[in-house]
């Protein structure tokens, strides 16, 4: 029985367990990327560990979410970040070099290698045939420190792409009909492994955009085989010498299949409020437009924003809209720059946005009251993009351009538009002056902290008995943005103290203080929730700030992979009802005990809740290894491994 990429590159860096499907793994994690929202966090983390340096084979410290600098905060972070990766040994990505995502892929990414990246959309690697995964920043930390990365050995899902796109249908579309397939929950622990005659057509940043946005599934990773396509990819970078060819076997086994022929895919988007919503184009066409805005790690690579330029070539944007769009990298805007597409989107009236994460975390760019917004970027929740009732549509680029036009979304399929051909780009010399490598220091700095930068909170061990209320009780698809706000609130991310205050602000903005309060008496939080709690984002925040209010459980109908993770990581934790009739008959501010906690959790079976004020019990589920079962014993990762790390 053969292998399929997945396994040839989980078993190639296995440290604890054994691939079998459902088992607990540690792999071993070659590279590590951080970006600003979560690095600084990251770091901190980092530095509670009392080594001298990072022990993996490549860390490197991103500054592309928070570069709009309004006060001192996210400047003192960034100054922060640049001095602890020349401390410890960290290349620093300087603002302006572009999004993590893009640059790592241009720079740093190789075939057969492992990524973590304390972002949930490191699975972009996947199209350099890496197993490139998003974790919170704790595990990235860990990493950083030689710590084995565990996981679930997952399921692997083959993606049998046959054919060729047609013109104007996109690798966009490729990743938007996956997600009509398979939604966004119910995918935990499986990985999406692309394989067919159709791979061949598809390039490097095609490949890179559908497995960005694989992200949304809920798939631990998503990756394609390393072939000729990849080879020529990095040759042109440069960086030849990282190829090597990883294909599967000719017998590989895989778990399910979905097969796609590429000469059917249409042109489709994602509707208000889920990635998961997916239509055709054709089927919602003619709707009024009041914002387009092009860019993010899912569309903004050189032949993305060429096709853009020349659809909007000697055309006007609509003037009942707005366009903006952001260039991926500096590297990508440099090119756009040489060949006249830069000219070409500034003549036709497009507004030219930084390379960075900017509108896609809602750090800028938010739309009018009602406003409808088609974008290329990979997330659409409810008021991510900063205006609460805004409506945002997920699309491809060029379905983006041609509505930039006509001041509608418009089928792009059905101009009567001539095929663009993308120019090759021949190999070239990479401009790496905005990569700080920490060799460069004649002396190294002295690690610097801002007033707005505090020490990692420190999580407490498991006590006995759990007693408190239900502070919350919430619905399905509750994602990391309705936990912890991101747009302006993120610059407090150093300041753990503060930015809980703003936990679940835009679903109940008294949650803290009740928290607070019943923290303060002595008792124990808990939160309820419904389907998929914690999609989104990879931030840790999610579960920082909720511990450090004193939430000490999270009772769900299921918990998303990533949050999951980071919930054992500090303490809290995460139920699943093996009964939705349990879940149904829960109030807001009903007394919920656990007893002999300890003793539940190291028993390793299901956990007892009683329900004081009903007068009721229910066993909850308690999925999770014994690495993390012990952890929640200890009341986190921290505490459960700093002692073992000298």
């Known amino acids: 029985m053969g292998n399929n990429v997945t396994y040839k590159i ?18 071993h994690i070659d590279q590590t990327l951080t970006q600003d929202a979560t690095g600084t966090m990251a770091y901190l983390q980092f530095e509670t560990l009392g080594l001298d340096k990072v022990r993996n084979e490549l860390a490197v410290s991103y500054i592309d979410h928070n570069t709009t600098q309004i006060g001192f905060e ?10 602890v990766a020349a401390r410890k040994g960290v290349v620093l990505s300087r603002p302006g070099n572009g999004i993590c995502h893009q640059v790592h892929l241009e720079r740093f ?12 959309h490191t699975p972009t690697g996947g199209g350099l045939g890496m197993i490139a995964i998003g974790a919170g920043g704790l595990d990235v930390a860990l990493a950083m420190a030689g710590v084995p990365y565990s996981i679930v050995c997952p399921k692997v899902i083959e993606i049998r792409l046959s054919g060729k796109l047609r013109p104007f249908c996109t690798a966009k579309d490729v990743i938007l009909t996956v997600l009509k397939r398979f939604g966004v929950k119910g995918n935990v622990n ?12 598809l390039s490097i940043p095609e490949r890179a955009t559908i497995c960005n946005m694989g992200t949304e599934c809920g798939v631990t990773t998503s990756v394609f085989p390393s072939d000729s396509v990849t080879k020529a990819f990095l040759e042109k970078q440069s960086r030849g010498e990282c190829y090597r060819e990883i294909r599967p076997d000719d017998d590989a086994v895989y778990d399910d299949l979905f097969e796609i022929d590429l000469s059917k895919v ?8 889920s990635p998961g919503n997916v239509v055709p184009v054709s089927e919602i066409a003619g709707m009024k437009v009041d914002q387009i805005l092009i860019g993010s790690c899912t569309n903004s690579s050189y032949a993305d924003l060429y096709k853009t330029s020349r659809i909007l070539e000697n055309k006007t944007v609509n003037k009942c809209l707005s366009l903006g769009i952001a260039p991926g990298s500096r590297d990508v805007l440099a090119a756009i720059a040489a060949d006249g597409s830069l000219g070409r989107l500034i003549k036709c009236g497009a507004r030219i946005l930084e390379s960075a994460c900017g509108f896609c975390i809602g750090n800028g760019c938010s739309p009018s009251s009602k406003g409808v917004s088609l974008r290329t970027n990979n997330r659409n929740f409810e008021g991510r993009s900063g205006t609460k009732d805004a409506q945002v549509y997920l699309v491809s680029p060029e379905t983006a351009a041609v509505s930039a036009i006509t001041g509608v979304l418009t089928d792009p399929t059905a101009c009567g538009l001539e095929d663009i051909a993308v120019p090759e780009r021949g190999k070239r010399k990479y401009d790496d002056s905005m990569l700080i490598f920490p060799d460069s220091y004649a002396e190294k700095p002295e690690i610097f902290r801002g007033p707005n930068i505090g020490n990692p909170p420190q999580s407490p061990a498991l006590d006995s008995k759990l007693e408190g209320p239900v502070c919350i009780k919430l619905g399905d698809k509750i994602t990391t943005d309705h936990i912890m706000p991101a747009g302006q609130r993120l610059k407090y991310r150093s300041n753990i103290p503060l930015y809980s205050t703003f936990v679940f602000e835009g679903v109940d903005p008294s949650f803290s203080k009740r928290c607070i309060e019943n923290k303060n008496a ?20 999610a579960a920082i700030c909720p511990m450090y209010l004193g939430v000490r459980a999270v ?3 299921s918990i998303e992979r990533i949050h999951q993770a980071n919930l054992c990581n500090f303490g809290i934790l995460p139920l699943t009802f093996k009964n939705k009739a349990d879940y149904d008959n829960i109030t807001q501010s009903d007394v919920l005990s656990i007893d002999d906690a300890v003793k539940q959790v190291e028993n390793g079976g299901d956990i007892l809740v009683r329900n004081l004020t009903k007068g009721t019990q229910f066993s909850m589920a308690l999925e999770a ?8 014993i200890c009341g986190g990762r921290l505490n459960q491994i700093r002692q073992n790390l000298h």
């Open 522 to 541: 002595g008792k124990a939080d808990f939160i309820v929730a419904g389907l998929s709690y914690g999609q989104g984002s990879s931030r840790e925040h």
């Open 266 to 273: 249409v042109p489709m988007a994602a509707c208000p409020h």
């Open 190 to 201: 499986s990985v999406f492994e692309y394989t067919g005659s159709g791979i061949a057509s």
């Open 625 to 632: 290894s014994d690495l993390q079962r012990d952890m929640l």
């Open 555 to 557: 009772l769900a109908l």
């Open 74 to 83: 996210n400047a003192d972070d960034h100054k922060y970040l640049q001095s």
């Open 109 to 120: 990414g190789a075939p057969g290698k492992t990524s973590l990246g304390s972002d949930s």
């Open 10 to 27: 989980l078993k190639a860096h296995l440290m604890e367990g054994s691939l079998i499907e459902g088992d607990p793994i540690g792999i």
